[in-house]
């Protein structure tokens, strides 16, 4: 295996175990080897290698569907973004998109200051309507 080669190899694995351990619902253990096979459609060899960074070159599929199984984004395998950073954006998208407001702040991106100022205001009288925090930045 070329130096190349085992970097990548490393990299892959650090994602993958970085992913087992930190990507699965909160109320449950990780998610072993043979569920994710069964969610991927992927060997549990095939995986184990790219935990272990024995596979140094899995297909670019084989990488999307591992990251689409884990809800992150697939550039995770070559970002050179701290992980934990990549993972907060993508919740941070999931819980707006869910939350339905995904619309409200891209609606809002092309107001100038006195406009985005005011639908800060309008949003405040509203929290505030149902009895909740005028401050808070998550519900």
């Known amino acids: 295996m070329t130096e190349a080669a085992r970097d990548g190899a490393a990299r892959i694995a650090a994602v993958f175990n970085y992913l087992l351990e930190h990507r699965h619902p909160a109320d449950r253990k990780p998610y072993s080897i043979p569920e994710i ?6 060997s549990e060899s095939t995986l184990k290698g790219m935990k272990s960074g024995a596979n140094d070159n899995p297909k ?4 999307l569907d591992v990251a689409r199984f884990f809800d992150v984004p697939p550039d995770i395998w070559v970002s050179s973004k701290p992980l934990d950073e990549i993972l907060a954006d993508r919740d941070l998208h999931n819980a707006m998109r869910d939350a339905g407001i995904e619309s409200i702040a891209l609606r809002s991106k092309d107001l100038n200051p006195a406009n985005r100022k005011l639908v800060a205001d309008m949003i405040t009288v509203a929290r505030k309507s149902q009895g909740l925090d005028a401050e808070s930045e998550s519900s």
């Not at 096979?37 to 992927?42: F, I, K, L, P, V």
């Open 60 to 63: 670019v599929q084989t990488l």
């Open 37 to 42: 096979a069964a969610g991927t459609g992927y």
